[in-house]
């Protein structure tokens, strides 16, 4: 009986695991909306929720990263949300490498579903080509 107990508790666990990574997997921002679920009910769209979730701390209003962009580009290009030029390439590079004062993003961080969510809301504005 006692052996039972811990080889139990694993294959919940496991089980338990298992039924995340296959959500995960149908829903690559679920994860993100559910590790800040204000950013996310505030936001307009999936996509705004993982940009808010993942990104907001330095790239929302006021954060390291928009005021360290408004003092290199100018306030028109510091929040990034409300650029019309960035490309999608360019900013998966940015992000899995790091730029500057910022470090690089990993994948146990920022999964690529989660990166693709981003990129779509950052270039949403883009004129169309």
Do not use: W
């Not at 919940?12 to 993100?32: K, V, W």
């Amino acid at each position: 009986m006692i052996k039972a107990g811990p080889i139990a508790l694993a294959l919940g666990l496991l089980a338990a695991g298992s039924a995340a990574l296959a959500q995960n997997a149908a829903d690559p921002t679920a994860r993100a909306r559910a590790d800040f679920p204000v950013s996310a009910a505030i936001s307009r769209s999936p996509d705004e929720a993982v940009f808010r979730a993942r990104c907001g701390y330095c790239h929302l209003e006021m954060g390291f990263g928009t005021l360290t962009l408004m003092k290199a580009q100018g306030p028109v290009k510091a929040l990034l949300a409300n650029r019309t030029d960035l490309e999608g390439d360019y900013v998966r590079a940015v992000v899995r490498s790091g730029l500057l004062g910022m470090p690089a993003i990993t994948r146990a961080e920022v999964t690529d579903g989660e990166l693709d969510a981003i990129v779509r809301y950052l270039t949403r504005n883009n004129p169309r080509k």
